[in-house]
């Protein structure tokens, strides 16, 4: 009896726990995988370091940088990273954090079941960027940290120069908040600017109905 076939295209992320995974009509499977700073630093590293990132405000490091940022951050109980890929393919960058430990939390009254969000999206050549494929992505990060986490609000703070992100989230249902400017922060190895944010709310009744 003839062996079978082996998957042309194998997925490199099989092996990894997701904590969220769900079936986006007519775009796949997307699974929100924890992030392994030292597996998937080089792959992170060439996303921020692209002049498209800056608003992530990692240009310039280097990948040792970029690892110690998310090996800090693993250590942490109230911000947490995740890869998010689409039928095995890495789509985004996830970071999700508690606003009332954040800096973002100084500049909103925080509500309790509020969470925080950060999403990088990869570039339109690393499985990206394709119509449709956004408004997908969106609606399954938010269906994680709404019903997986069981939160009742969405809060994000792109920079207010960023202004197809900031479209991206009103056309998903967020409610332009106020636009503040957040304080600075330390990382390890790495000084963050302070930035003008745009807030934005996603409430979990208005994300799904009730």
Known sequence: MPAPHADPHPDPYASRTAVHEQVVDGLGTVRVLPLDPAADAPLLHRWVSEERAVFWGMNGLTEQQ?????????TLDTHHAFLVVRDGTPAALLQTYEPAADRVGECYPVEPGDI?????????????ARHGWTAGLVTAVTTYVLVGLDRTRVV???DVANEKAIARFVRQGFTAGPRVVLPEIDLPDVYLPEKRAQLAFLAREVAFGG
């Open 66 to 74: 970029v690892t110690d940022i998310y090996a800090h951050m693993d």
């Open 116 to 128: 925080g969000v950060h999403l990088l999206l990869a570039p339109a050549g690393d499985g990206g």
């Open 156 to 158: 994000v703070d792109p």
